[in-house]
């Protein structure tokens, strides 16, 4: 993987923590300068740009929420004026509100809409341009297997991540004659801050139900976003490549 995205340029939300920051490296390590997006955590995003230097690459802090258009666009001028051009979106950022349908509230409803699939749409939307006149682009939707098969307690993250795949589809109908590829990831359960506090029960369950029998790691996610930025998947778009050790099997 090594030099295969040299001095490419990329755009990666939700990029400080998690597979946000896993995908940063990744492609730093694969050659790519990298404007991290971040929101509430600019220790652990100075932390990140520190790494990227340390592997010979730049990086660039944006914070601010993808869910608001200023934040989409100055993404995209923040890439231009610091490196020329734009060459990858990694629309990673996303959020949970939890809970059962009859006990979900209005404002959780509208905040994982608002940031999980608006913020799809307003970074994706930001950036097309740029991308359509350098006839050059790959648009990377980081979505979920919750997305394919729904999940108890997660109507709203569902409904978000189906939406993922489904905008994943069309716009890359509409972009493909301009060499700009839109795929979607979709991982399953990977081993994060947010799943190292479910209960030992929920674990052993899962483990029953994965066919690998073992969470997955960011660095999996990482490196199947890496492909899909690199010049390997110039005739891969409108794809969800799911990432879930077999959980999923359609």
Known sequence: MSEMLQDMV??????????GREICLTLAEAGADIVINFIDDEDEAKDLVREINELGRKAVLVEGSVAEA???QTLVETAIENFGRVDI???????????????????????VLNTNLKGIY????AVLKTMMKQHFGRIINIASVVGLTGNAGQA????????VIGLTKSLAREVASRQVLVNAVAPGYIETKMTENLPQAI??????????NRLGKPKD???VV????????????GQTIVVDGGMVMQ
């Open 10 to 19: 990329a755009i990666v939300t939700g990029g400080s923590r998690g597979i």
């Open 70 to 72: 200023a934040t989409a």
């Open 89 to 111: 979106l990694v629309n990673n950022a996303g959020i949970t509100r939890d809970n059962l349908m009859l006990r979900l509230k209005e404002e959780d409803w509208d905040a």
């Open 122 to 125: 307003l970074c994706s939307k």
């Open 156 to 163: 709203n993250y569902a409904a978000a991540k189906a939406g």
């Open 203 to 212: 674990k052993d369950d899962l483990m029953q139900r994965i066919p690998l």
């Open 221 to 223: 996610v990482a490196n």
């Open 226 to 237: 890496a492909f899909l930025a690199s010049p390997a998947a110039s005739y891969i778009t």
